[in-house]
């Protein structure tokens, strides 16, 4: 993942080579010290669209407790309908109480496709991750 060529606090794209972030000062080396899934709860927030869905996906994978909170802030302004679904999978994997409460909250979401995963997903066994075998997210 090329998450490093991004501050991951202010988004401010690098060449990779610097210690600190030359738009907000952001301590780039200490980024790098970061647990693997604080990285992935930074990048939930990444301006490129595959490495969020990646992101997500992994903290799903990873059944991250942390990403739930995040997850719950970034869908208060989510308008983008992949992010929105990819969280709903994640919700689904990490499958914990507040991961099903927020899930639920999607049930009622907005936008009638996310609503309708939403349900379904909430009508697979809690913490399954056989659901994930027809995704087509190979390209
Ligand atoms: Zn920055």
């Known amino acids: ?3 490093t060529y991004f501050c991951p606090d202010c ?3 690098t060449d990779g080579q610097v210690d600190v972030c030359p738009n907000c000062g952001y301590d780039l080396s200490a980024y790098e010290q970061l647990p693997y899934e604080q990285k992935l709860l930074c990048a939930v927030r990444h301006p490129v669209q595959d490495i969020r869905l990646l992101a997500i ?3 799903g994978q990873l059944r991250s ?3 739930v909170p995040v997850f719950q802030a970034v869908l208060g302004s989510e308008e983008n309908i992949f992010v929105l679904r990819e969280i709903a999978w994640a919700l689904a994997q990490i499958g914990d109480p507040s991961s099903q409460k927020l899930l639920e909250q999607l049930a009622s979401h907005r936008l009638p496709m ?3 995963l939403a349900r379904d997903l909430l009508a697979l066994p ?6 994930r075998h027809q995704r087509g997210n190979s390209t």
Not at 126 to 131: A, E, L, P
């Open 114 to 116: 996310v609503q309708r």
């Open 65 to 67: 407790a942390a990403a």
């Open 126 to 131: 809690m913490g399954g991750d056989k659901h």
């Open 1 to 3: 993942m090329k998450l």
């Open 11 to 13: 988004w401010h794209e």
């Open 57 to 59: 996906q992994l903290l």
